[in-house]
């Protein structure tokens, strides 16, 4: 016998998912406008569930590139975090700062040698723009406090950036959306 079951958003919930694209950058540049060629650039996606004002996500972000005898490697990133929003998840304006964990790692994709991994802690603040009926876009800026090498393993860590900045752009699917719409129309308030 098969059993389903159902999550339901409660009024205070919502779950947003979004691409991402990240830059990467270390402590020697003066400003963003100083990136190079040479600095990491990230693509993936972002997944979030909100509670009132606490949110727990993750995040998977992926870079290809040469290296210098022209061999193609593979850069991953994963994060698992808790983010707090200012104003809730219900507002335009969502303002946010964020405490996490990721999992780096380069290895090449032809053989798989060269494998690296690390494990970081990292915190962050960013701005999101959440739009009617849930369409938003963000950004966020980052920092590594530290980098560890995986527990029980042997396998170097890879050259991490300090730094991060992601954009993101996605939906939101909050179960408010309809009350609010209600409430609009019908000029009366949910607490």
Excluded: C
Excluded at 43 to 55: A, D, M, R, T
Excluded at 80 to 105: K, N, Q, S, V, W
Excluded at 124 to 129: C, D, H, I
């Amino acid at each position: 016998m098969l059993s389903f079951s159902v999550a339901v958003l409660s009024a205070h919930d919502a779950v947003r998912s979004a691409g991402l694209m990240t830059w990467e950058w270390d402590n020697g540049k003066d400003s963003i406008s100083d990136l190079s060629e040479n600095d990491k650039h990230f693509f993936g996606f972002q997944s979030e569930y909100i509670h009132s004002h606490l949110g727990y996500g993750m995040d998977a972000l992926v870079s290809f590139w040469d290296d210098s005898m022209d061999r193609s490697m593979l850069d991953w990133q994963g994060q698992l975090f808790m983010r707090y929003h200012l104003f809730g998840e219900r507002t335009f304006l969502d303002p946010f700062a964020e405490a996490g964990i990721g999992h780096a790692g380069t290895v090449r994709i032809s053989d798989g040698d060269e494998l690296q991994m690390s494990l970081y802690p990292f915190v962050s603040a960013g701005l999101n723009l959440v739009f009617s009926q849930g369409f938003y876009i963000g950004s966020r800026w980052s920092y590594r406090m530290d980098e560890w090498e995986i527990p029980g393993t042997e396998y170097p860590t890879p050259e991490l950036g300090r730094f991060q900045m992601s954009l993101s752009v996605g939906v939101s699917y909050s179960s408010n959306w309809s009350h609010r719409d209600n409430r609009d129309k019908n000029h009366y308030h949910y607490d």
